[in-house]
């Protein structure tokens, strides 16, 4: 099945600096990878995914950007504020028949003002 | 609109005790999806659900038995649980099987004794 990595685990930037999170993934076949985020005790939700007929998608301050070569792709927060502060799960879908996804195991962005 | 719930939200049980978790949804999502979140791990798929009567495993499913009768249910049971099992478990359904948005439910903390 799919093997997707994150790093780093934990990330502290100050407000206003940038933040970046990377991840890669196994299985080529790969086409979806979507990013949560979830804050302290609450669910995971979805901030931004992309396609891999894409390169780079952009959300006001979040953009992700993916390499289908080297089968890496990467969140980009800019101007980050407290309020970006959370875990940030990347995924990838597999192959089979539901398309299922598989998680990185989280980076814990703090953001300090 | 209610979304996608769960119950209990918390829930202590001991050694070998039966326990079922539920999962609801108001969408009609056809695909439905149990994970569970420990430190370290990030998100794992337990089972999934295509539509009703079609289940399948996903990475972690030793110990979990599912059922889904009708389309908004999708109950998870631990026939005899163990302290492995203690866990954030969380609850997931989609609309469709490619590029969709998955929605999480607000998750059950689960301890076992």
């Known amino acids: 099945g799919e093997n997707v990595e994150q790093h780093p685990s934990t990330l502290s930037v100050q407000e206003g600096d940038s933040a970046v999170i990377k991840c890669t993934y196994s299985d080529s076949a790969s086409n979806y990878f979507p990013w949560y985020k979830q804050e302290l005790g609450k669910r995971p939700q979805l901030i931004i995914d992309i396609r891999s007929n894409v390169g780079e998608k952009k959300d006001q301050r979040i953009a992700v950007t993916l390499n289908k070569t080297a089968k890496h792709f990467s969140l980009h927060i800019t101007e980050t504020q407290p309020e970006d502060s959370a875990v940030y799960f990347c995924?990838?879908?597999?192959?089979?028949?539901?398309?299922?996804?598989?998680f990185g195991t989280g980076t814990r962005l703090t953001v300090i003002p | 609109d209610a979304g996608i719930t769960q119950s209990p939200r918390y829930k202590i049980t001991e050694t070998g005790r039966q326990v079922t978790l539920m999962c609801h949804q108001t969408?009609?999502?056809?695909?439905m999806f149990w994970y569970r979140q420990d430190l370290g791990h990030g998100l794992r798929l337990i089972y999934y659900s295509a539509a009703a009567d079609i289940t399948d495993k996903g990475e972690v499913p030793d110990g979990y038995v599912v059922s889904r009768s009708k389309t908004e249910n999708f109950p998870l049971t631990l026939e005899s649980a163990t302290r492995s099992q203690t866990s954030v478990y969380f609850c997931a359904s989609r609309l469709q099987r490619l590029y969709n948005e998955q929605f999480f439910g607000p998750g059950t903390r689960l301890t076992v004794l």
């Open positions: 995924a990838a879908s597999d192959q089979t028949g539901a398309n299922n996804l598989f």
């Open positions: 969408w009609s999502h056809s695909y």
